[in-house]
């Protein structure tokens, strides 16, 4: 068995680690584009760093709970790993709502949610999420969808 504190000081721990490259990499955008994407990955940062000293305070002083993980739950987070990478790849791509439309059911389908509807109704409003956010609060085009580029050659 493991120590739930040990597996959230080391979850948090590799966290901080990718969210600091992400913090660098954001500080090296233009001004204009550098303040959502450093201020999302400076607060991802700060909460981790919180998550990770919490852990490790409750590791040093009564070793946490001991969990066990149930094997349904070992492969549903290895398939949401996996389409998530696969997701962060294929963005660029296929387009940022072109691949929220495919993911959330694909992904939905995969973990076992068998409420179609509401998969292809969740990635509809995601994909409307990101349009709003980007192109009409922010004012910043998003990448041309590939789905768009095909059918009209724009």
Do not use: C, N
Not at 30 to 54: C, E, F, N
């Amino acid at each position: 068995m493991m120590r739930q504190a040990v597996v959230e000081t080391g979850v948090a721990l590799a966290g901080t680690v990718i969210s600091v490259f992400g913090l660098i990499h954001a500080l090296g955008f233009t001004r204009d584009s550098a303040y959502l994407p450093v201020a999302v990955m400076g607060l991802l940062t700060l909460l981790l760093v919180i998550w990770g000293v919490r852990s490790a305070l409750t590791l040093r002083h009564d070793g946490g709970d001991s969990i066990r993980p149930a094997p349904g739950h070992v492969k549903r987070f290895f398939i949401l790993l996996a389409t998530s990478i696969v997701m962060i790849v294929a963005a660029p791509r296929l387009g940022f709502a072109t691949t929220f439309l495919l993911f959330v059911p694909l992904s939905g389908m995969l973990l076992g949610y068998r409420k179609g509807k509401w998969l292809v109704v969740t990635a509809i409003t995601f994909s409307l999420l990101i349009y709003l956010i980007f192109q009409v609060v922010l004012d910043r085009p998003l990448p041309p969808e590939m789905a768009l580029r095909f059918f009209t050659g724009i």
